[in-house]
């Protein structure tokens, strides 16, 4: 199959640029160097405006079915159970899906999938890494290797969508500006159900605790819980099954082991590059700017990207100007440095924060702020990433 759109990379981002794409009539192929759509542990928070923008093409039905509303969420100080809780309810009538979504990932990655390789102008290639490519004026030559083969496939354009390792950046030789923070993560999933131990837990809960803090997110049939690290220990002892089990026990002690279903650990990255757009290769999502996940804007955020970017090159394949990409740029970028970087930054510092009168004040603050309808609102508006997709539509 000719196509008029190459992507590097079939994970959420990937996929729905090429679901818009299919859907507006545009062929397009996608390849992905795994082997199928990966089941670990990745994103799982979905935003009111995203549930908007999939609604069109009947993903955000089928999440609905497979997830969890939150329609509220908390920063709460543990033991004492002290909190500030964020009504998205308050939302209403800015989006027709005022609360979070708890699912993870790869849900939306199948559903995308299923509907992708159902459009006859669509084709998805697992185990097939783009390894080079060429642009002219006239479109983008790739070079794909699978099965110990390659071969070349030519493209009007190209999207890369291959997440924070991306090729395509690395082969457009583009410095990945911004920091890897210090410490790492320890990212544990139990099937335990700390909401009948800690009073009025929300599905998303950000804790302070005696020297740290951790957070408490649930999918269905478990919750994930990110321990953020000791100082006086190495991460390869931290993620053991003890130091784990002891990590779960100071949550809610208990007498008995807790159940583990999956451990790991991994580190925060602030980056971004300096342009989205490069001739006709363009990037997409982790490929383009990576944030911590304190306010789980990562994924959403290259949700947003994708279906920005489909829209222009559908408009450009029938014939407008190919300089709508830069537009793309223009749009999309500084939402990501101003918005999402920026907001995930002090979303994590907020949450780093040990001194127990620095941390009443803040929770004092919090607990007004939500207890204040406009300023509620206000804050919902940007924190659910509305106001970021609002600003960038009046981006001319």
């Known amino acids: 199959m000719a196509a008029s759109v190459l992507i590097a990379g079939a994970g959420p ?36 405006p995203t549930l908007d923008l999939l609604d069109r093409y009947g993903v955000t039905a089928e999440l609905l079915a497979r997830g969890l509303v939150c329609p509220h969420w908390q920063i709460r100080l543990h033991p004492s159970g002290e909190r500030a809780v964020f009504d998205l309810a308050v939302l209403d009538g800015e989006t027709r899906h005022p609360y979070r979504l708890q699912c993870e990932q790869w849900k939306l990655s199948r559903a995308l999938l299923s509907r992708v390789t159902a ?9 097939a890494e783009v390894t080079a490519f060429a642009q002219d004026a006239d479109g983008v030559t790739v070079t794909v290797e699978r099965a110990g083969r390659a071969e070349t496939l030519r493209g009007s354009f190209l999207i890369g969508a291959d997440g924070a390792r991306s090729t395509v950046r690395r082969l457009l030789g583009l410095e990945f500006d911004g ?3 210090p410490e790492t993560t320890l990212l544990a999933t139990t099937t335990f159900p700390f909401e009948e131990h800690l009073d009025g837990l929300s599905n998303v809960s950000y804790c302070w605790k005696d020297g740290g803090n951790f957070s408490l997110l649930k999918v269905p049939g478990r919750w994930r819980v990110s321990i953020y690290p000791r100082e006086d220990m190495s991460i390869e002892e931290q993620i053991s099954e003890a130091n784990i089990e002891a990590a779960l026990q100071e949550i809610v002690r208990r007498d008995v082991r ?6 790991r650990p991994y580190r925060v990255h602030q980056r971004i590059v300096s342009c989205y757009r490069h001739g006709r290769v363009v990037l997409a999502g982790d490929a383009a700017h990576l944030n911590s996940p304190a306010g789980g804007m990562g994924m959403n955020g290259g949700v947003h990207d994708a279906l920005n970017l489909a829209d222009k090159l559908a408009r450009i394949v ?3 100007d190919a300089r709508l990409l830069d537009l793309y740029d223009r749009q999309r970028r500084p939402v990501a440095r101003e918005q ?16 127990p009168a620095k941390r009443r004040a803040m929770l004092a603050d919090m607990q007004a702020l939500a207890a204040d309808r406009d300023r509620l609102k ?12 609002r600003l960038a539509e009046q981006v001319a």
């Open 13 to 48: 981002v990937g996929l729905c640029a090429a679901l818009a794409l299919a859907d507006a009539g545009v062929r397009v192929r996608v390849f992905e160097a795994a082997a199928d759509v990966e089941e670990d542990l990745r994103a799982s928070t979905f935003h009111p």
């Open 119 to 127: 459009a006859p102008q669509a084709e998805v290639a697992f185990g």
């Open 179 to 181: 920091q890897t923070y």
């Open 258 to 263: 807790y159940e583990v279903l999956e451990r």
């Open 318 to 320: 029938r014939g407008e």
């Open 340 to 355: 999402i970087l920026a907001q995930a930054d002090r979303n994590r510092a907020r949450m780093r924060e040990k001194d």
């Open 378 to 389: 206000a804050h919902l508006l940007k924190t659910s990433m509305i106001e970021g997709l």
